[in-house]
Nanobody, 121 residues
Framework: QVRLVESGGGEVQAGGSLRLSCVAS????????MGWFRQAPGKGREGVAA???????TYADSILGRFTISRDNANNTLYLQMNSLKPEDTAMYYC???????????????WGQGTQVTVSS
């Protein structure tokens, strides 16, 4: 059974940085795509960044140049380095995984429980 566990969220002031991690377990092999999504209260789930198993990354325009997605296949871990955080980045952040490259669309088969990021002004 595939399990995704996020960590690294917290509260930070505007302009600060956080690094989110997502550890995947139970997935056969390493040829799966992963993504980071976020959902603010009252809003839909938004794709933030995604990465294929061959390390091709895709980013949402709203975070381009501020966030970086990466993965460590040896440790089955996905990362999201978030710099220059803004209050509008406040949301629950989720990681997702699938063998299909869904990019920034929330069609992934497996999801974590989320980690809260709060950016104060």
């Amino acid at each position: 059974q595939v399990r995704l566990v996020e960590s690294g969220g917290g509260e930070v002031q505007a302009g600060g940085s956080l690094r989110l991690s997502c550890v995947a377990s139970g997935y056969p092999g390493t040829r799966y795509c992963m993504g980071w999504f976020r959902q603010a209260p009252g809003k839909g789930r938004e794709g933030v960044a995604a990465i294929t198993w061959y390390d091709m990354a895709t980013y949402a325009d709203s975070i381009l140049g501020r966030f970086t997605i990466s993965r460590d296949n040896a440790n089955n871990t996905l990362y999201l380095q978030m710099n220059s955080l803004k209050p509008e980045d406040t949301a629950m952040y989720y990681c997702a995984a699938d063998s299909i490259d869904w990019g920034l669309t929330p069609q992934y088969n497996y999801w974590g429980q989320g980690t809260q990021v709060t950016v104060s002004s």
